[in-house]
Every structure is written in C-alpha cells, then in structure tokens.
C-alpha cells in the first residue's frame, strides 16, 4: 500500500516515523512550511516511550505539488479541519482507496459525508504523544490501536491496513470501530475536560478526590447514554469496565472505581492532555467533540448529562478567557 498521511502533529507524525522505520512506503502533506522543510532535511524525531527515532520523509505542502495516487490517505489534523482535507486530497487517492480517520472523537461519520461510507476508516488511538517546541514528538504514552471500515466490512484492504499499523503498535482490525471510539472518547471526555479545568498533569489532578468523583460521574453519564441508544461499549484498555458504573449501588462499586481512577492517574501521570496544550497555545480546545459530543446524543436519547453540562460550560468559559485554570475549579462542579 502506498500511503499519504496529513497533518505531521503528534499523532501523524509518530505513525509517520513508526510506519517509515519498519519500510513502509508513507509520504507526508504538511501545512507548515517551515516544519515541512524540517522534516525534509533534518528528520521528524520521536522520543519518549517507543524509543528514540529520527526519520527524513518525503514532504509535500500542498495538494498540488502530488502527481501520483495513493492507496490510502490517513488523516490526522484536528477534527474541525477533517472535512476540507478530505476534499482537498480525494483527487491523490484511487478510486477504491481508503480515508482514516486518526482525530480524537467520533469523526467518521463527518469523514463519510465527504468520501462516503464504503470508504471510511475509523482508527482507536491507543497512544498519547506531545508535540514540542523544537518539533519533537515526546510520545507519553503506549497501547494498542482498533481500526474498521465505517461500514463493517472486514476484508483484505483493512487486514492489510492493520498490518501496516502493526508497525505503530500492536492493532486489531473491529467490525463495530464506533463502539471502540466511543469508549476512548468517554475516557477523553474525563481526562481532556479535568485537565483543563485544574490547568494540571492526569497525575497531579488525579489525587485529588474530588477529581476522581467527577470522572466517574462523567464516565457514567456517557455509559447511560450509550445505553439508551442501544450501543455495547467495550472496556477501555481492559480496565475501565463502562458496564460496572451503572451499578453505583453495589456495596464494592467504590472500591473498584477508586482502584480504576488510580490506574488512570499511574498509567497518564505527566500527561499533558490534548485540550491543555490548546489553552497552552492560546487556542479552543476540542471540547466540543468530547463531552460536547456526549451531551449532544444525551438529548438525543433523553439522558441527562448535568456534569458534562456543567465541565462543557466552564471550559468554554476559561477558552473566552472569563475563568481561570485552577485546582479550586473542581469544588465549584456539582455532582
């Protein structure tokens, strides 16, 4: 398969790096022409917890520099800019190429309205990855990827496709991708809204009791949700058992949720989530697409999902720049 990845931030360019390293033909569309000429000449570097590599890629910096097809065209800018790459790249992929989206969230089906849904691909990060100031690419965490045709269709383009990423991390091809995606977002949609409330690491917020409440509120506000709408969400990482927290009223519910938010604050400890590097920057974060998207179905199905409401609300707020990042933000949430 000959592939093109967009967007060579974080995530693109540790799949960019991981999938060059172990020979596999991937070329980069990077906006940035500075950054583009970077990797050109000096290599897009990784270090952290895959090790330390340094790979030269063929760079383009617009569509119109391409004057060949690609197989596949993996995604991997922020999911508001998802839709115009797809049309801007459909032209350099083949007729029955592939489209994957790598944001956070569920974007399928927005990447479906452009390409259609026969050719959609949904892939479950499992890694968590910073970009730096020098351009290099701290990845900060492992796991393992899922990756599935939007439309369910298990076939040899996406058993080949799960075998390139294989090189990234361990990846297993899923009939059911949205289900996967949604338990990833649910545990988004806690750590990537407490971050930014506190202004703290997944390690420093995670002590505080008050913030392992909140998480365990939001995640179960999801878990209603999914329910009403008839959606299996699978455990996330073979910890995070989304069926325990519908049963809040079972005598040793307390104790396995205190041991499942200590895995989470251990595991993510010095992560800098996402939506904290965006306030970082000065930027919106994509809050919208994490608790944003849970309250968006919880209407749907007639859930209500008041501490979603309450953590959505606040961080717009901190984005207008009328509140503050702070630890005392989490005793203001009421659960």
């Known amino acids: 398969m000959k592939i093109l990845l967009v967007g060579a931030g974080s995530i693109g360019g540790t799949t960019a790096v991981m999938l060059k390293e172990h020979g596999v033909d991937i ?7 500075e950054r583009a000429e970077k990797i050109r000449t000096e290599g897009l570097k990784l270090t952290g917890a895959l090790g330390d590599h340094c790979q030269k890629l063929t760079v383009y910096t617009d569509v119109s520099e391409i004057d060949t097809l690609y197989d596949v065209c993996i995604i991997a800018t922020k999911f508001f800019a998802l839709q115009a790459v797809a049309r801007a790249y459909l032209p350099v992929v083949k007729e029955n190429g592939l489209f994957v989206s790598m944001q956070n969230g569920i974007c399928t089906g927005r990447l479906a309205e452009v390409v259609g849904k026969n050719r959609t691909v949904g892939c479950m990060i499992g890694f968590g990855a910073t970009l730096q100031p020098d351009g290099v690419i701290n990845v900060t965490s492992s796991g393992e990827l899922k990756i599935g045709r939007l439309n369910g269709r298990m076939d040899q383009q ?8 294989n090189n990234l991390l361990p990846t297993k091809a899923v009939k059911n991708i949205d289900e ?7 545990v988004n949609s806690c750590i990537n809204s ?6 703290q690491t997944v390690g420093v917020m995670m002590k505080s009791d008050k913030a392992k409440a909140i998480f365990l509120e939001i995640a179960r506000e999801g878990t209603f949700v999914a329910k009403k709408l008839g959606m299996h969400v699978p455990p996330y990482a073979k910890v995070l058992n989304y069926n325990l927290l519908i049963l809040s009223e079972a005598k040793w519910f307390k104790k396995v949720c205190a041991a499942v938010t200590g895995v989470v604050g251990k595991r993510f400890g010095d992560v800098r989530p996402s ?11 994509e809050i919208d697409i994490f608790n944003g998207y849970i309250i968006e179905q919880g209407k749907k199905a007639g859930v209500p999902t008041p501490v979603n409401q309450q953590i959505y609300d606040f961080i717009k707020a901190i984005e207008a720049g009328e509140e503050k990042s702070c630890m005392e933000n989490l005793d203001r949430i009421k659960i």
């Open 27 to 33: 070329e980069i569309a990077e906006a940035n022409k």
């Open 158 to 165: 996406i058993a080949e496709l799960a075998s390139i990423y």
């Open 180 to 186: 996967y995606l949604y338990s990833k977002l649910i």
């Open 194 to 199: 407490i971050a930014p409330l506190t202004g």
């Open 275 to 285: 939506t904290l590097q965006a306030l970082d920057r000065g930027e919106k974060t």
